[in-house]
Every structure is written in C-alpha cells, then in structure tokens.
T-cell receptor, first 116, second 112 residues
Framework: EAGVAQSPRYKIIEKRQSVAFWCNPI?????LYWYQQILGQGPKLLIQ????????DSQLPKDRFSAERLKGVDSTLKIQPAKLEDSAVYLC??????????????FGPGTRLTVL | EDQVTQSPEALRLQEGESSSLNCSYT??????LFWYRQDPGKGPEFLFT???AGEEKEKERLKATLTKKESFLHITAPKPEDSATYLC?????????????FGQGTILTVHP
C-alpha cells in the first residue's frame, strides 16, 4: 500500500512571496489533515478535511493560509503572503474515517519551508 | 484545552541501557493516546494506540503503558537504530473530528 505523498520536499522563498504544497493521501482514506511542525515542537493541526469538506480549521491563519481538497482526494495548502514565522515543516496525514475508533493517522514525509 | 507534556526533552543512552519516556496529559475525556516515532527529515511513524488506563502494548524493544494521567514508553535494551524523536498525542472525547494534540517530543539518542 502506497503511503502519503507530498511535494515538494523542500522550498525556499522570500517573505511576502506565495507558496503551495501538494498532498496525495493513502487510497481510500476519507480524512486528510495538514499540520505545521516548527523545529523542536510537535505537529500542530492547521486544517482537517472529511472527504472534500472542512471539519476543523480553527488553527488555520485564514488571512494568509488557504487549503482545498478537490474531489475528496488530493489536497493543496497555500500560503500567501509568507512571513518569516511560517518557516516550518508542513506535514500531511490521512486516516480512514474521522469517527473510526482506531483513528491512526499516517503521515507523509513533509515539506520543509524556509522563508528568508 | 487539551495539553500534552513530554519528558525528558532529550535522553542519551548507551546501547543496552533500558529507560522510559514520559507523556503527561490533561484532556476532557480520553478517546485514545498515540505514540509516534519521527526520524530526521521524515514524517511521524505510527507506533501504538492506547485506549484505557491499565492497557499495555509491545512492539520489539518498545512497550507503552497508560494510566489516567500519563503514559510511559519503555525501551528495553535499546540499539542505535532506536535513535529518533518520540512523539505522544491525545485524542479527546470533546471533539468528534479526530483532532490530535501532540507533545513536543523526546529526542532519544542511543550510543553504541
């Protein structure tokens, strides 16, 4: 079974520029998550999709971050404009369904973003 | 608000020297506690889920236990390949959405 795929793996941009990250979850997984992991910290949930609908975006900085999940499969996370404090690893994860008791989330390799 | 605190922040062991990592949590109704392993430059890798106090799970040299306030990850006779960051996360009954709250992690280094 293929894992969660993410691209690009690394991205370096100047502040105030825009950037987009792509995620392809495990086949058949209805729930998709985007996390932000700052160096030395645990992952922090930014947004969660159930199929193609948003179920939690309470910690997403909506003035600059946006995300979509077209057709309930792939997802894109965008930052526009980027700030220095956005430098982090952006992790995508997926799980079978949100209400499943065994809600193991499977993570992709992440995209390391550096904002200069 | 759910909170997870892991200790120590970093742990250095000699190969074969057993030890434990701690995960203390406060949550409004625990639905599950998760342990993940994260290697440098990679995403977290799922290890265990614990659901109720008294539950234990084992995988190779790792054993996870759960009480009402904390979880321990016991590492028996570790090897250098066990070096990684170990993350703990909780899933509470307060949310129906499967939102995990992570601790900051414990960086484990095992020297040969």
């Amino acid at each position: 079974e293929a894992g969660v795929a993410q691209s690009p793996r690394y991205k370096i941009i100047e502040k105030r520029q825009s950037v987009a990250f792509w995620c392809n979850p495990i086949s058949g997984h209805a729930t998709l998550y985007w996390y932000q992991q700052i160096l030395g910290q645990g992952p922090k949930l930014l947004i969660q999709f159930q199929n193609n609908g948003v179920v939690d975006d309470s910690q997403l900085p909506k003035d600059r971050f946006s995300a979509e999940r077209l057709k309930g499969v792939d997802s894109t996370l965008k930052i526009q404009p980027a700030k220095l404090e956005d430098s982090a690893v952006y992790l995508c994860a997926s799980s079978r369904q949100r209400r499943h008791v065994r809600n193991e989330q499977f993570f992709g390799p992440g995209t390391r973003l550096t904002v200069l | 608000e759910d909170q997870v605190t892991q200790s120590p922040e970093a742990l250095r062991l000699q190969e074969g020297e057993s030890s434990s990592l701690n995960c203390s949590y406060t949550v409004s109704g625990l639905r599950g506690l998760f342990w993940y392993r994260q290697d440098p430059g990679k995403g977290p890798e799922f290890l265990f889920t614990l659901y109720s106090a008294g539950e234990e799970k084992e995988k190779e040299r790792l054993k996870a236990t759960l009480t009402k306030k904390e979880s321990f990850l016991h590492i028996t006779a570790p090897k250098p390949e066990d070096s990684a960051t170990y993350l703990c996360a909780v899933l509470s009954n307060a949310t129906s959405y499967g939102k995990l709250t992570f601790g900051q992690g414990t960086i484990l280094t095992v020297h040969p």
